[in-house]
C-alpha cells in the first residue's frame, strides 16, 4: 500500500479594496434596498424587502389558488429566517 501526501497553499484573503459579497454577485449586493420573493423550501413564496431601520421584513405571498400560508419569522443578529 501506498500513501501519498501532498501539501496543500492558502489562496491570500481579498484585497479589502475588493470586497465581495459572500453570495451572489456585487451587481446583485447594489440592488439590496428592492424587495425581492424568495421561494420557500415548502414552494410558499415571501416578499423579502428592508424597513426604514435597514432591517430585513419578509411577507408571505397568496399562493396560486389565492391562500397566504402560515409564516413565522426569526431574526439572529442581522439574519433573517422564514
Known amino acids: 500500500a501506498v500513501t501519498v ?3 496543500s497553499v492558502a ?3 481579498d484585497d479589502a479594496a475588493t470586497k465581495r459579497p459572500l453570495t451572489g454577485s456585487a451587481a ?7 424587495p425581492v420573493t424568495v ?5 410558499d413564496k415571501v ?7 435597514g ?3 419578509a411577507s ?3 399562493g396560486a389558488d389565492g391562500t ?15
Not at 28 to 34: F, H, S, W
Not at 39 to 43: A, E, F, N
Open 5 to 7: 501526501i501532498a501539501p
Open 11 to 13: 489562496a491570500p484573503q
Open 28 to 34: 446583485a449586493a447594489g440592488k439590496a434596498d428592492k
Open 39 to 43: 421561494t420557500l423550501v415548502t414552494g
Open 47 to 53: 416578499l423579502v424587502s428592508r424597513d426604514s431601520s
Open 55 to 57: 432591517n430585513a421584513t
Open 60 to 62: 408571505a405571498l397568496a
Open 68 to 82: 397566504v400560508p402560515l409564516v413565522q419569522t426569526r431574526r439572529s443578529g442581522k439574519d433573517l429566517y422564514a
